[in-house]
């Protein structure tokens, strides 16, 4: 599928980087900080359930579904700045998929973006300083826009290019692809969806542990 395509588009989070973790610890931590330790499992909970969706989204979320009505504290803007910061750190130092540059040789013709529920700045920000940049021609998108409306924005710029395929580590990775008709992986080793693989059966999607087996 993947030696086909001529557009190939990657989730960022558990699938170029080992970062989901890096995610949860942050997000726990500004929480907890903040809330306590009970909402705050509440959120990672949520947040694991439902990875890729922008920030604001979370907590958004977090303040009018999770927290009890009349808790004081930051709103959205603060507490997504807060998190921000502590995602970027642990973007600087988080592991790199080993075989990443391995499969751009091997697909030195295909167009490669991300599309990410990551701030699209800082995503930039983060793979300028750790020289992936230049791996990805065709761009590196994220929020506040969510996948969705990326990838109709791309479509509608004439940048994605059929056959295509889209590398993702959770449901929603999925569900988006399928609403725009590309070909989808499943990558698994760093996922944090735990029932992915009875998903994967269940929805006919092809699973590999990790980029290194794409080659």
């Given at each position: 599928?993947?030696?086909n395509a001529k557009t190939v588009i990657f989730d960022c989070d558990g699938v170029i980087l080992n970062s989901?973790?890096?995610k949860q610890r942050a997000y726990y931590k500004v929480a907890s900080y903040y809330y306590g330790a009970g909402p705050a499992n509440l959120l990672i909970e949520y947040l694991a359930k439902n990875t890729g969706n922008p920030r604001e989204y979370f907590f958004s979320f977090f303040?009018?579904?999770i927290l009890p009505s009349g808790v004081s504290g930051p709103g959205v803007e603060e507490l997504v700045e807060e998190v921000g910061k502590e995602i970027y750190k642990g973007l600087m130092s988080c592991e790199i998929s080993p075989s990443l540059f391995m499969l751009r040789e091997k697909l030195p013709d295909t167009k490669w973006l991300v599309v990410s529920g990551g701030v699209q700045s800082e995503l930039r920000d983060i793979f300028y300083n750790r020289s992936l940049i230049d791996l990805f021609d065709g761009?590196?998108?994220g929020g506040p826009m969510t996948k969705d409306k990326i990838l109709k924005s791309l479509f509608q710029k004439g940048q994605i290019e059929f056959p295509a395929v889209y590398l993702g580590d959770s449901k929603y990775d999925f569900e988006v692809s399928s609403r725009?008709?590309?070909d989808f992986l499943f990558i698994s080793d760093w996922?944090?969806?735990k029932d992915w693989k009875n998903y994967c059966d269940?929805?006919?999607i092809s699973s590999f542990k990790s980029i290194s087996d794409l080659l």
């Open positions: 599928m993947i030696d989901n973790q890096v303040l009018n579904n761009g590196i998108y725009f008709n590309l996922t944090e969806f269940s929805n006919n």
